[in-house]
């Protein structure tokens, strides 16, 4: 079945260490993108990725890094995790559709990271 | 730039209607609407491109003011299963190209009551 997934879906950490959260497409989707989530508040965009190695900053200043080696795979990584990075991380995919605007995005389920 | 959403909370009864604004201070080149539910992930409503083009579930209307970059969500005959919070996003562009990536509002948290 064609889909997006994340792992794990919820991780609570100390401060320092550090953590790598999974996103996995089954779709064949070429564009992916990570977004964060306060709760209660809107999406904010941190990186996206318009295909295999191909990776983009977003509109929020973020301290992860991510990779895109292969088409389905989108995995971000926080170096040294701190208190401020506790928030929903949502992972969405989307397929390129050569008109140039984006088109409908498929989300993950999240991953809600807390960091102590 | 952020999209600004309008209102920022809406309560209903069954059966009632409701309307949801977003607009852009920025040219746009398409606004999406997604509806999110509580603990759960962002599912696509709809795509209103420039020029008129619009993508989305059949039980679910907008309309995209190009000139003004503004759009509205209309929920008609509300059912209970449409409750929760419902972002627009928007692509900002000019003269037929897009930049791509997608700039959410705020939210508008809507609330249908049996």
């Known amino acids: 079945e064609a889909d997006i997934y994340q792992t794990p879906r919820y991780l609570v950490i100390g401060t320092g260490k550090k953590i790598t959260l999974e996103c996995s497409q089954t779709m064949g989707h070429d564009k992916m993108y990570w977004y964060q989530q306060d709760p209660g508040m809107e999406l904010h965009l941190i990186h996206y990725s318009y295909g295999v190695n191909s990776t983009e900053k977003g509109d929020l200043s973020s301290e992860s890094t991510v990779s895109r080696i292969r088409t389905e795979h989108f995995p971000l990584t926080l170096e040294s995790a701190r208190p401020s990075h506790t928030s929903q991380y949502l992972c969405?995919?989307?397929?390129?559709?050569?008109?140039?605007?984006?088109?409908?995005?498929?989300f993950g389920p999240g991953t809600r990271l807390t960091v102590l | 730039q952020q999209p600004v959403q309008s209102p920022q909370a809406v309560i209903l009864r069954e059966g009632e209607d409701a309307v949801i604004n977003c607009s852009s201070s920025k040219a746009l080149y398409s606004v999406h609407w997604y509806r999110q539910k509580h603990g759960e992930a962002p599912v696509f409503l709809m795509i209103?491109?420039?020029?008129?083009e619009q993508k989305g579930h059949e039980k679910i209307s907008a309309s995209f003011n190009e000139k003004k970059q503004q759009s509205s969500l209309y929920l008609t005959a509300s059912q209970l299963s449409y409750s929760g919070t419902y972002f627009c996003g928007t692509v900002i562009g000019a003269g037929g190209t897009s930049y791509g990536k997608l700039t959410f509002g705020q939210g508008t948290i809507l609330t249908v009551h049996p």
């Open positions: 209103l491109l420039k020029g008129g």
């Open positions: 969405a995919s989307s397929e390129w559709t050569g008109s140039g605007y984006s088109d409908e995005q498929f």
